[in-house]
């Protein structure tokens, strides 16, 4: 088989290469969209409050908080200790 004399030419960037570089976001019907609108919330969302809505584990509710919404997505979220509550979390709007 003999060699294409064709010259090679560069490939415009992949779509994961795009999408590494865009800035991230959410899917508007995600598990973490609607994390967010619970932390919106006046009243925010403790982390029981978060566990019974998603069935998740608590600590993957504060994993969700700490790496997805604080580092990726750059959210200011803040948190309180509230009487019978316990620790409740909130995103600035």
């Given at each position: 088989m003999?060699?294409?004399s064709k010259p090679k030419t560069r490939k415009s960037r992949s779509t994961k290469?795009?999408?590494r570089h865009a800035k991230p976001g959410t899917r508007?019907?995600?598990?973490q969209a609607k994390l967010v609108?619970?932390?919106k919330r006046s009243?925010?969302?403790s982390i029981d409050e978060i566990v019974k809505a998603f069935d998740w584990q608590p600590?993957?509710?504060?994993?969700?908080?700490?790496g997805a919404l604080k580092k990726?997505?750059?959210l200011d979220v803040t948190s309180e200790k509230v009487e019978g509550r316990g620790r409740v979390y909130r995103v600035s709007a």
């Open positions: 003999a060699k294409s290469a795009v999408a508007a019907d995600s598990k609108e619970m932390l009243e925010g969302a600590h993957t509710v504060r994993g969700a908080i700490a990726k997505l750059g």
